[in-house]
């Protein structure tokens, strides 16, 4: 009995201590530690050993609190800020672009994640990457872009250039945003949606749109990828596709252009930036009130053209054809009527449907112009398929002339 | 012991024991030491009957108590800093990692063990009042045990919450909410448990004071007074049963027990008791022991944190939740009971928080606590693993914990999305992302 005691207390004694020594090892072999004596050989190689000799050993961290920024990345990736390297593997190679970024947002101040997003805190390869359970925003990989359509990462990081650069109305180097932003001018998106405290609340508001979690969205209705960003993308390319009962119109998108749109909508965060770090002087801001659309003179009574620059034509469509069934369509549609209602969404009388969205487009509109739009509209064809659903209602209105009136 | 020994030791000691009972002696004059009786028998001291769970339980208690203080030099108890502080102790701060994973794998051990300790008191009769043992008050003592599983409970949910992620601020809404269902006053305790009306910074500062201050201080407390109350019970419960025989002693030569009024004569006959089983001496027999016990638990809880990771999920959020979002494990019987007892009768629904988050552990907990006064089970069980005649009483009790461990496991292992039952080899649907 005392002696299997004794045999105990020294396998305890035996296990602690390797556990112990098990600890140290773990401790003394973290990966960041291979990398740096990797790194240091390569650079005495490629560069010699006086660069090689300026490499710092140990652990390096960038911390902005302005920014929010912890990040510990450049422990491995040492050489973004050593020109020479460019062609190396990563975690070594030098940063593309180096004196553009270097001038423009040096790493000593911006890190990495703020651009590339990824766990900063992380010293670990897989967890600073972000390529791990319960981390939200991993970092940008090719893979990742590829995804999405994309050919590299450049637009999947112009998500992250635009928290910053959101008022600037064009930014160097963001093709992506740019394309979107033009679509968004375009479009007029705040006739409908909030933007930045402008626009009307038809559709939801805009303004803090890539702040929004999963779960506030529905995504049985979204091919491929569920992901917020791709439930954006599937939305433009067709609204009533990912979201049934939407109002929105479908602008027959191109896969860039809703890739771009998406990508904007998802930079378009709640979290503030240091305003030391915004790009000055402001730009022309893309949600500020832009002055109502003017009719160029000699084309006053131009009925495509009141048609066009009043945004009749946004939720209408092209030659009054609407491409959804949520908005009606006027080409062919009767004079008389054409008129009617264009006169009492001006005065007000007429409430119902999207009268509010209409009332500040037409109030300047006077009788000649609306005379010329309504003209316009009913000598305009219509298609077969609209000319049938206009048989069907009227075949209808003559069923139940009461009923149908109430509904509409 | 050779010269240059002598020396060394001189410095430190101004005595050294010459046999065992001299060194058990030294242990009686040990604050620290004087815990433990100068003998105790081979039964008391056996891995068989106590499996020392009490004394694990204390190891681990002193386990968190250091790697706690240590884990307080980095900890900001701050909505703003909790999260990313840990972050650094996980990534940055030298062997932090180690620290945070033997903190938090010695506080679920400590549930585990306090917990099977309880079982193994309960099972062995060992919480009984015997007519042998008058001036014992074993019932107390099982009460005081009852307030320090309830204690270790509240200091390892209180923890919970430190990390400021996702999974602890979830967890957390689950246990106010279940206080909420109380009637009539459930609202003013969500509100003393959070400070508010919702989780943030009044809760944290709150449960951190509980969690590193006030609560373990009260264990502290409790624990000493537990331990004591063994000594002052007479040593573990399984001497009881253990017969004793009279034995007639030689009084020892040069007393006058005429003068001490003992007895008449200069040579009585002195009769002492004697337990029929083997006893040790504390150096080196129970000694060792402890020493085993404080080298495996020490082993195990360095194997756990060497090999496997302690969670730290996102930042804590009240914009999302995690999906689904479970208390910690040794509440999830409660959750699950909660769930149970949500019953939907056309359309209305009746929250089961009340009953199953309230009044079946309320229950439970107050059974535990007048158990030893209604049990009327014969002397002869005290100390004796699972006699024949606590048969009944037994057998209620292992199914009562064996229902509470089934639904612990399904809580824990088989609960999904939308508290769905998802078997192990069943793949969880596929979570949206944001990118």
């Known amino acids: ?408 | 012991m050779s010269r240059s020994r002598k020396t060394s030791r001189s410095i430190f000691w101004s005595w050294s024991p010459a046999s065992g009972r001299e060194a058990t002696q030294a242990v009686g004059f040990n604050i620290l030491l004087h815990w433990f009786p100068a003998k105790i028998t081979d039964r008391s001291r056996s891995w068989g009957y106590s499996a020392w769970l009490g004394t694990i339980s204390l190891l681990l208690f002193a386990i968190l108590a250091i790697t706690g203080v240590i884990l307080m030099f980095v900890y900001v108890p701050s909505v703003e800093r909790a999260y990313h502080t840990i972050k650094d102790v996980e990534f940055v701060v030298s062997y932090g990692w180690f620290i945070r994973r033997m903190h938090r794998w010695a506080a679920h051990l400590m549930v585990a063990c306090v917990f099977l300790h309880m079982i193994r008191v309960f099972l062995t009769g060992a919480y009984k009042k015997s007519r042998k043992n008058i001036h014992g008050n074993r019932p107390l003592n099982w009460l005081i045990g009852l307030a320090l599983l309830l204690l270790t409970m509240l200091l390892s949910y209180t923890g919970y919450l430190l990390p400021w992620d996702q999974l602890a601020l979830w967890a957390i809404t689950i246990g106010a909410n279940i206080a909420r269902s109380v009637p009539v006053i459930g609202e003013q305790i969500r509100f003393l448990m959070q400070g508010g009306t919702i989780i943030d910074q009044n809760t944290l500062i709150i449960w951190y004071t509980l969690h590193i201050a006030v609560l373990p201080l009260i264990t502290t407390g409790l624990i000493a007074w537990h331990m004591w109350r063994i000594r002052k019970d007479g040593g573990l419960a399984a001497i009881e049963n253990i017969p004793v025989e009279e034995v007639k002693g030689d009084a020892i030569p040069g007393k006058t027990y005429t003068l001490m009024g003992i007895t008449q004569g200069v040579r009585p006959t002195v009769l002492y008791h004697r337990i029929k089983d083997k006893t040790g001496l504390f150096v080196p027999t129970t000694l060792h022991r402890i020493g085993i016990v404080l080298l495996f638990t020490t082993a195990v809880v360095m194997f756990l944190s060497l090999f496997f990771s302690v969670p730290l999920e996102e930042a804590a959020s009240l914009e999302w939740t995690p999906n689904p979002a479970k208390a910690p494990w040794y509440f999830l019987w409660l959750q699950e009971l909660v769930t149970i007892t949500t019953v939907r009768v056309r359309g209305i629904t009746l929250n089961g928080g009340f009953v199953g988050g309230v009044v079946i552990p309320g229950l439970l907990v107050l059974l535990a606590a007048v158990w030893p006064y209604l049990d009327r089970s014969p002397d002869s069980t005290v100390g004796v693993w699972l006699p024949r005649k606590r048969v009944i009483q037994n057998t209620v009790f292992l199914l009562i914990i064996i229902a509470i461990g089934v639904l612990i496991f399904i809580g824990s292992v088989l609960r999904g999305p939308n508290w769905g039952i998802y078997m192990p080899w069943e793949a969880w649907p596929h979570h949206p992302t944001m990118i």
Not at chain 1, 14 to 35: A, D, R, S
Not at chain 1, 132 to 139: A, D, Q
Not at chain 1, 195 to 209: A, D, K, N, S, Y
Not at chain 1, 305 to 314: E, H, M, S, V
């Open chain 1, 1 to 408: 009995m005392k002696l299997r005691d004794e045999k105990l207390l020294v396998i305890g004694s035996v296990l602690v201590f390797v556990l112990t020594l098990g600890v140290l090892v773990k401790e003394q072999t973290v990966e960041w530690k291979k990398y740096q004596k990797q790194f240091i050989r390569l650079v005495n190689e490629k560069l010699g050993p006086k660069v090689a000799g300026s490499v710092e050993p140990g652990l390096h961290q960038i911390w902005n609190s302005r920014l929010g920024v912890t990040d510990r990345c450049q422990t491995c990736h040492l050489g973004i800020d050593i020109p020479g390297l460019e062609n190396e593997q990563q975690p070594f190679a030098t940063h593309p672009d180096l004196e553009f970024y270097k001038k423009t947002h040096p790493f000593k101040d911006f890190g990495c994640t703020t651009c590339h997003d990824g766990q900063g805190y992380a010293t670990r390869v897989k967890d600073a990457h972000g390529e791990v359970h319960h981390w939200l925003t991993p970092m940008y990989t090719t893979a990742m872009a590829r995804e999405y359509g994309f050919d590299d990462i450049g637009p999947m990081v112009q998500m992250k250039c635009n928290q910053c650069h959101r008022k600037d109305h064009q930014t160097e180097r963001m093709e992506a945003i740019n394309l979107a932003k033009n679509l968004v001018e375009k479009h007029n998106c705040t006739i409908c949606h909030i933007i930045g405290g402008q626009g009307r609340t038809v559709g939801p508001e805009l303004t803090h749109e890539g702040s929004k979690f999963p779960e506030e969205f529905m995504f049985d209705r979204v091919e491929g990828k569920q992901s917020i960003l791709n439930w954006h993308m599937e939305h433009f390319k067709n609204p009533q596709k990912v979201s049934k009962d939407s109002l929105m119109i479908n602008f027959r998108f191109s896969d860039e252009e809703a890739r771009g749109l998406a990508l904007l909508m998802m930079s378009w965060k709640k979290d503030s930036v240091a305003a030391g770090f915004l790009p000055s002087p402001y730009r022309s801001d893309l949600t500020k009130p832009r002055p109502a659309p003017t009719i160029p003179p000699g084309k006053e009574l131009d009925g495509p053209t009141i048609y066009r620059l009043k945004y009749c034509i946004t939720c209408h469509g092209e030659k009054g054809r609407s491409t959804t069934g949520v908005y009606p369509s006027l080409a062919g549609q009767t004079y008389y009527y054409l008129v009617n209602q264009l006169n009492d969404i001006k005065s007000g009388v007429r409430k119902w449907r999207n009268s509010n969205i209409m009332q500040p487009l037409v109030q300047d509109l006077t009788d000649e112009q609306i005379a010329a739009v309504s003209k316009y509209l009913s000598e305009l064809r219509r298609s077969g398929e609209q000319t049938a659903q206009a048989n069907q209602k009227t075949e209808k209105r003559n069923a139940s002339p009461e009923q149908t009136q109430k509904a509409e």
